[in-house]
């Protein structure tokens, strides 16, 4: 089973960026989707991005297109999220997720491992 660990959050202001990164170990993450998902105070979890394990195909919420760029170094074993043009409602706790054998846009109460998640604040 794959063990995360998910690093890159911080406090920036609106119109700034973060990287995030998800290392994985245990195990390859090629058989995995790779998801970002993030959860803000008194909310739902949401998803954020996907990387497919079968095509590299990337998937992003409404939200975050064309400002969120998913990608994956499989010498690295690590998956990042580039967050660009950062805004207040981004602000949550983001976690990566592995997938086995799945494809993206699974609802996250079905998907078994997780990183323990990074705190991102963007401030106004």
């Known amino acids: 089973e794959v063990q995360l660990q998910a690093s890159g959050g911080g406090l920036v202001q609106a119109g700034g960026s973060l990287r995030l990164s998800c290392a994985a170990s245990g195990s390859t993450f090629d058989d995995y989707a790779m998801s970002w998902f993030r959860q803000a105070p008194g909310k739902e979890r949401e998803a954020v991005s996907c990387?497919?394990?079968?095509?590299?195909?990337?998937y992003y919420a409404d939200s975050v297109s064309g400002r969120f760029t998913i990608s994956s170094d499989n010498a690295k074993n690590t998956v990042y999220l580039q967050m660009n043009s950062l805004k207040p409602e981004d602000t949550g706790v983001y976690y990566c997720?592995?997938?086995?054998?799945?494809?993206?846009?699974?609802?996250?109460?079905?998907?078994?491992?997780w990183g323990q998640g990074t705190l991102v604040t963007v401030s106004s």
């Open positions: 990387i497919s394990s079968s095509d590299f195909r990337r």
């Open positions: 997720a592995a997938d086995k054998m799945a494809p993206c846009g699974r609802s996250w109460f079905l998907i078994g491992s």
